[in-house]
């Protein structure tokens, strides 16, 4: 049976600062859940699993795994077990050796160490590694060992940090696809910590955005994506990132650049000044006329020839984004030239609106 695990308003104040590391956080990972804490660097997610380990001390608040308050236990009573960036192999110590060294310590009986070091490097496909050395594996296959050391001990939660960050680009694309696997053959339930929001989306059941310590917005993954509950999550989640900016409220449109986009009369009513934050993805903007009235003109800068896929990266023409550069996705065989000149228009139904005051989604209508 999986084992939920709980922050109530856990919070993390480092002696000597001023603001808290981690901020009243609130968060019920489920049972066998892959949660994954993803924001920019100094956002606390890797405090709060330390938190959930025991490696930090909890200033205020609580943790529980199941039914048991570990929040002041020490991390060798909680029933974890934690991958690391850092590999942290015994270098002296077969493959075997090291994924099984902790049962050892606890001393469990030799035949029952071989047993779930067998299962555990037939299921992470280590079996010819066994009597190696880790100088002699490479990166990918040194984080399956320390996966593997983690898998044996058969922890009630893995706690995993960055543990993809040290790898190659192609490495790390096929080792996150085979950690996701592996959890839900498993079925433990795991809370994973990274920078990079494209691992976060595609490993995660739900993803918990920080920021400052304080937690922004839990959801599955597409609904990040689709609904986003401020700005921050929308410019953060998304690949290339959502354009944001900040636009004058005339009537019932918003000016951009030379085009008018029409606001629903919610979003209007849900507006306190004449400014409104829109947010639109890439894939939002379609090609459009001059002379439509909703249309704006780029000029674009560069084009991203994928294959698949190309990306414009433009100027908008008397508008400023936060983001000096708009991005658009367009057909990957029919590019404009750089230099050209370009019309857009917002497809109604991909529209984001932000409050410029809180930054907090205003309803779409």
Same mark, same amino acid.
């Given at each position: 049976?999986?084992?939920?695990?709980?922050?109530?308003?856990?919070?993390? #104040?480092?002696?000597?600062?001023?603001? !808290?590391?981690?901020?009243?956080?609130?968060?019920?990972?489920?049972?066998?859940?892959?949660?994954?804490?993803?924001? !920019?660097?100094?956002?606390?997610?890797?405090?709060?699993?330390?938190?959930?380990?025991?490696?930090?001390?909890?200033?205020?608040?609580?943790?529980?795994?199941?039914?048991?308050?570990?929040?002041?236990?020490?991390?060798?009573?909680?029933?974890?077990?934690?991958?690391?960036?850092?590999?942290?192999?015994?270098?002296?110590?077969?493959?075997?050796?090291?994924?099984?060294?902790?049962?050892?310590?606890?001393?469990?009986?030799?035949?029952?160490?071989?047993?779930?070091?067998?299962?555990?490097?037939?299921?992470?496909?280590?079996?010819?590694?066994?009597?190696?050395?880790?100088?002699?594996?490479?990166?990918?296959?040194?984080?399956?060992?320390?996966?593997?050391?983690?898998?044996? &001990?058969? !922890?009630?939660?893995?706690?995993?940090?960055?543990?993809?960050?040290?790898?190659?680009?192609?490495?790390?694309?096929?080792? &996150?696809?085979?950690?996701?696997?592996?959890?839900?053959?498993?079925?433990?339930?795991?809370?994973?910590?990274?920078?990079?929001?494209?691992?976060?989306?595609?490993?995660?059941?739900?993803?918990?955005?920080?920021?400052?310590?304080?937690?922004?917005?839990?959801?599955?993954?597409?609904?990040?994506?689709?609904?986003?509950?401020?700005?921050?999550?929308?410019?953060?989640?998304?690949?290339?990132?959502?354009?944001?900016?900040?636009?004058?409220?005339?009537?019932?449109?918003?000016?951009?650049?030379?085009?008018?986009?029409?606001?629903? &009369?919610?979003?209007?009513?849900?507006?306190?000044?004449?400014?409104? #934050?829109?947010?639109?993805?890439?894939?939002?903007?379609?090609?459009?006329?001059?002379?439509?009235?909703?249309?704006?003109?780029?000029?674009?800068?560069?084009?991203?020839?994928?294959?698949?896929?190309?990306?414009?990266?433009?100027?908008?023409?008397?508008?400023?984004?936060?983001?000096?550069?708009?991005?658009?996705?367009?057909?990957?065989?029919?590019?404009?030239?750089?230099?050209? &000149?370009?019309?857009?228009?917002?497809?109604?139904?991909?529209?984001?609106?932000?409050?410029?005051?809180?930054?907090?989604?205003?309803?779409?209508?």
């Amino acid at each position: 049976m999986s084992t939920p695990v709980v922050f109530d308003s856990a919070t993390r #104040v480092y002696p000597g600062a001023t603001t !808290p590391a981690v901020d009243s956080l609130d968060l019920e990972v489920r049972p066998g859940e892959f949660l994954v804490l993803v924001g !920019p660097s100094g956002c606390g997610k890797s405090t709060s699993l330390r938190m959930l380990a025991g490696l930090e001390d909890v200033t205020s608040g609580s943790i529980r795994i199941g039914d048991r308050d570990v929040t002041h236990l020490r991390p060798k009573d909680r029933d974890i077990a934690m991958v690391f960036q850092s590999y942290a192999l015994y270098p002296h110590l077969t493959v075997g050796e090291n994924m099984g060294f902790a049962l050892k310590i606890a001393g469990v009986a030799k035949s029952e160490i071989a047993a779930r070091v067998a299962d555990a490097a037939r299921v992470l496909d280590l079996e010819p590694y066994l009597d190696r050395k880790p100088k002699a594996l490479s990166g990918g296959q040194r984080q399956r060992v320390a996966m593997g050391r983690a898998i044996v &001990r058969e !922890p009630q939660v893995f706690l995993m940090d960055e543990p993809l960050s040290n790898l190659d680009a192609k490495l790390r694309v096929s080792t &996150r696809t085979q950690i996701a696997a592996l959890q839900r053959r498993l079925g433990i339930t795991t809370v994973y910590v990274t920078h990079d929001q494209v691992e976060a989306m595609t490993m995660g059941d739900r993803v918990a955005v920080l920021k400052d310590g304080l937690l922004q917005q839990v959801a599955a993954p597409l609904e990040l994506y689709d609904r986003p509950a401020n700005a921050f999550v929308a410019g953060f989640i998304g690949s290339p990132a959502m354009n944001l900016g900040t636009f004058r409220v005339d009537g019932e449109s918003a000016v951009v650049g030379g085009a008018r986009v029409p606001l629903s &009369r919610e979003t209007r009513a849900a507006l306190t000044s004449d400014e409104v #934050v829109l947010g639109f993805r890439p894939e939002a903007l379609e090609l459009a006329t001059a002379d439509a009235t909703d249309a704006f003109a780029v000029e674009v800068l560069v084009a991203e020839e994928l294959g698949s896929e190309a990306f414009l990266y433009g100027t908008l023409e008397g508008a400023t984004l936060r983001d000096p550069q708009l991005v658009a996705k367009v057909a990957p065989r029919s590019v404009p030239e750089k230099g050209s &000149r370009v019309h857009f228009r917002i497809l109604p139904e991909r529209l984001h609106a932000f409050s410029p005051e809180t930054g907090e989604a205003l309803p779409r209508g």
